[in-house]
């Protein structure tokens, strides 16, 4: 009997009540196909691996994260709820020591989601690493967290949330996003100015394979997350990468990653993207396992395979070259680079338009932020929908000093409710969630 070397917690959630359209590309069949083969391949027969039933988020969880307009119910679904939950899940399995890693195969994915919620954006209504890990930092008391996003598309709603969380590690390996949706990621968004160079954008171009990927792991990713020393390492374990993927243009294959996952070694994974769903999902899923659990993945390969079709063009190695050459300096001069964007500086404002594509509306923000050399800062956002909706979020980081926490209550206290719909007030130091409805 196969016997894994690291025990592998596994949960599945294909949210068979939950899809765009019978059609769209996320729909539960997307999971059903790795459930089906990962039961043929006779997986939890193996010594160690073991499955795990989802819990259901709780409000508390999604406020600990985000800002829903007007309230959680109205952008969640209950799909959404479970899959929150399933992540949480597999997260208290690996913190209470019950596995040694885990894996989330859970839909509808969040890498997507920033932290005001108005709809659905890249397929995604709520962060569900997110909301795992912050309900991790407060059971468990874990401080520094490495974030890994895998996907092919910019984590840009993840970025969003960390943005100015020095205690937060996210890095992004995606398609440049001159070539693919959300058209964000580059390689000098480096976080705000109180944890600027904890965010590190690496965007490779079209058609990077197997090689290139694994050198950006080995010579970029895995230096700065040991520089880094986190608590935990989550991977947003985005498929869509492969070569086969219906809406994205690389080149990457299933042996390649499983190689990532044994080189990244995270402690949990967490299903994103991924829309080949008979040709490459079930054999990427397995290997990510098979990987997780320390066995031979070796004999994993999807049928249409063709290691000569998909190998890496010699400008795009050279390409590859380059931006890592950049997220190493970017690295290595963090400390300058935060120190120039902090120089002078109270506040920091900036303001943005969002779109949302799944559920087409238009979101204005006006962000400000409180420069602060001993937390992340008080965060206000002024936040408006083409739809209807305007709030006004407040935002109080974990381990907020003093005159930040003066900063953001004095923000909450003075907004007038007659202007916004509902003026909120998050503090992530007391755990409390406050709401002033008009």
């Known amino acids: 009997m196969l016997r894994a070397k ?106 997507h989601a920033m932290r005001v919620v108005h709809g659905a954006r890249g397929f995604c209504n709520v962060n569900i690493e997110a909301i795992m890990i912050e309900y991790l930092r407060d059971a468990y008391k874990i401080e520094k967290v490495a974030i890994v996003d895998t996907d092919c598309h910019h984590g840009d709603g993840t970025q969003d949330i960390y943005w100015h969380d020095p205690d937060t590690l996210f890095i992004s390996i995606h398609q440049d996003g001159r070539t693919l949706y959300p058209g964000t990621g580059f390689s000098n968004d480096l976080g705000g100015p109180n944890a600027a160079g904890t965010t590190v954008n690496i965007p490779l171009p079209p058609y990077t394979s197997e090689e290139g990927f694994l050198y950006t792991l080995n010579h970029a990713v895995m230096p700065i997350i040991q520089d880094f020393k986190p608590d935990l390492i989550i991977n947003s374990a985005g498929q869509d990468n492969h070569f086969s993927d219906p809406i994205t243009n690389m080149n990457f294959s299933a042996q390649g990653y499983a190689a990532l996952t044994s080189i990244l070694n995270a402690d949990i994974a967490v299903l994103e993207g991924g829309y080949a769903i008979e040709g490459a999902l079930p054999y990427v899923n397995v290997g990510i396992i098979l990987a997780m659990a320390g066995l031979d993945y070796s004999r994993v390969i999807e049928p249409t395979y063709d290691a000569d079709k998909i190998r890496q063009k010699p400008e795009v190695t050279e390409r590859i070259g380059l931006i890592v050459e950049q997220t190493q300096a970017n690295w290595r001069q963090k400390d300058q680079i935060k120190e120039k964007m902090q120089a002078g500086k109270k506040i920091d404002e900036r303001l943005r338009k969002i779109y949302y594509d799944t559920d087409n509306l238009m979101e204005t923000q006006k962000e400000t932020l409180r420069i602060c050399q001993d937390c992340g800062g008080a965060i206000r956002i002024d936040s408006a929908s083409d739809r209807g909706g305007h709030i006004l979020a407040v935002h109080l980081p974990r381990n907020a000093c003093e005159p930040c926490r003066d900063t953001a209550y004095q923000w909450y206290e003075t907004a007038g409710s007659g202007a916004f719909d509902n003026v909120f007030l998050q503090d992530r130091n007391t755990g409390s969630y406050l709401i002033k409805k008009r």
């Open 6 to 111: 690291y025990k592998t917690g596994l949960v599945f959630f294909p949210a068979f009540d939950w899809a765009i359209s019978p059609s769209h590309p996320e729909r539960e069949e997307r999971l059903l196909y790795t459930q089906d083969q990962i039961f043929e391949e006779g997986i939890f027969d193996i010594e160690g691996i073991r499955e795990f039933k989802p819990e259901l988020a709780t409000l508390e969880d999604v406020r600990r994260v985000h800002f829903c307009v007007p309230d959680e119910r109205k952008v969640m679904t209950e799909s959404h709820f479970i899959s929150a939950g399933g992540a949480k899940t597999i997260g208290k399995a690996v913190l209470d020591m019950q596995v040694d890693k885990g894996f989330a195969l859970v839909r509808p994915p969040g890498h």
